[in-house]
């Protein structure tokens, strides 16, 4: 074999050595730049609770007339004992409000409503309107999205 021949074999080596640690100096260049992608400080899946926040915290406002009986973050689940409008003291209710997802969604929120009317003086359970049970998820889903707009603008 020829000198000339056996240097542009060992060059062309070479020449693909260098070629592929070029190709990954540049990958790993890629990974220190300092063009990160900023955190969304308003992410609809807040969750270091258990829950998603927005829903928690909408979710205890919403139901903060009545006294609490049992607020569970971790599992999402809040009961309320039996409250009673002193403007109508023959009726109560009593409040348990699931939260079952962590992304702030329409179908991640439940609420579930007794209520009780006085008849000779014991508590007879009563129907409850669909509409009230709706109405409640309503005002905590409007809350959850009211608190993480707000999140948004500061």
Do not use: H
């Not at 049992?70 to 039996?82: E, F, K, R």
């Not at 409503?113 to 009563?126: E, F, L, P, Y």
């Amino acid at each position: 074999m020829s000198a000339p021949l056996s240097a542009f074999r060992l060059s062309a080596r070479n020449c693909g050595r260098t070629l592929v640690l070029v190709a990954g100096m540049g990958a790993l260049a890629a990974c220190g730049g300092g063009n990160r992608p900023q955190a969304d400080v308003a992410a609809s899946q807040v969750n270091t609770i258990g829950v998603n926040s927005y829903l928690w915290r909408a979710s205890l406002e919403t139901v903060s007339f009545a006294p609490l009986l049992q607020a569970d973050s971790a599992g999402g689940v809040i009961v309320t004992d039996w409250y009673t409008n002193p403007g109508n003291q023959g009726e109560r209710v009593k409040i348990t409000v699931t939260i079952l997802d962590q992304d702030l969604r329409a179908d991640a929120v439940r609420v579930a409503a007794s209520r009780q009317v006085a008849q000779g003086g014991t508590w007879v359970n009563a129907p409850v309107q669909a509409a009230t049970v709706q109405k409640l998820e309503d005002i905590i889903l409007t809350k959850a999205r009211d608190l993480r707009r707000s999140t948004v603008a500061s």
